[in-house]
T-cell receptor
Framework: GAGVSQSPSNKVTEKGKDVELRCDPISGHTALYWYRQSLGQGLEFLIY????????KSGLPSDRFSAERTGGSVSTLTIQRTQQEDSAVYLC??????????????FGPGTRLTVL | GQQVMQIPQYQHVQEGEDFTTYCNSSTTLSNIQWYKQRPGGHPVFLIQ?????EVKKQKRLTFQFGEAKKNSSLHITATQTTDVGTYFC????????????FGAGTILRVKS
């Protein structure tokens, strides 16, 4: 596709349920990032993939959060046993490379997660 | 850590006034990127600065990289309501196999 896509665009779930968020990066982009953004706040880094491996998982808030990337393309972010504090917009971004030139990030529209 | 500090956090200007946001680091930056996020939207890449003292312009936006490569600024001349949004700077962190570390952002509101 032309840009980064994310699904679903909105997700409302009940506390304690698991959710899975999907990101389709721009074709050919090797680096993929997940961020979380609460209303009116900055970007909270969650995890970063280079290819299928995740050199940096330091931003994952707890062991309820996990992510994977397969085939160097699609990534899923899974939140188990969701809590109300997990409510936020989850943004995915991809870049052609992680460093050097062409490392500017292209963001998807985000998934707005609401945990009731 | 390798954070970048952005100031101000928030600015409300009258349409036609100028606006500047600053990004500061305690360590030398290899490069700096700027992004804009419109209300309800997602961050969009604006520009990357690499060279010491570099100045780049995009219409009414002027981006500057300090001589010591420890600070950067974004200046908007004669703001318009379309400039409303949050402006983020981001630095490349060499930790963990290279990733961008974003500043907290400056929220710009423009009164017409």
């Amino acid at each position: 596709g032309a840009g980064v896509s994310q699904s679903p665009s909105n997700k409302v779930t009940e506390k304690g349920k698991d959710v899975e968020l999907r990101c389709d990066p721009i074709s050919g982009h090797t680096a993929l990032y997940w961020y979380r953004q609460s209303l009116g706040q900055g970007l909270e880094f969650l995890i970063y993939f280079q290819g299928n491996s995740a050199p940096d998982k330091s931003g994952l808030p707890s062991d309820r959060f996990s992510a994977e990337r397969t085939g160097g393309s699609v990534s899923t972010l899974t939140i188990q046993r969701t809590q109300q504090e997990d409510s936020a917009v989850y943004l995915c971004a991809s870049s052609l490379r992680a460093s050097g030139t062409h490392n500017e990030q292209f963001f998807g529209p985000g998934t707005r997660l609401t945990v009731l | 850590g390798q954070q970048v500090m952005q100031i101000p956090q928030y600015q409300h200007v009258q349409e036609g006034e100028d606006f500047t946001t600053y990004c500061n680091s305690s360590t030398t930056l290899s490069n700096i990127q700027w992004y804009k996020q419109r209300p309800g939207g997602h961050p969009v890449f604006l520009i990357q600065l690499v060279k010491s003292g570099e100045v780049k312009k995009q219409k009414r936006l002027t981006f500057q990289f300090g001589e010591a490569k420890k600070n950067s600024s974004l200046h908007i001349t004669a703001t318009q309501t379309t400039d409303v949004g949050t402006y983020f700077c981001a630095r490349l962190s060499m930790e963990y196999g290279n990733k961008l570390v974003f500043g907290a952002g400056t929220i710009l509101r423009v009164k017409s």
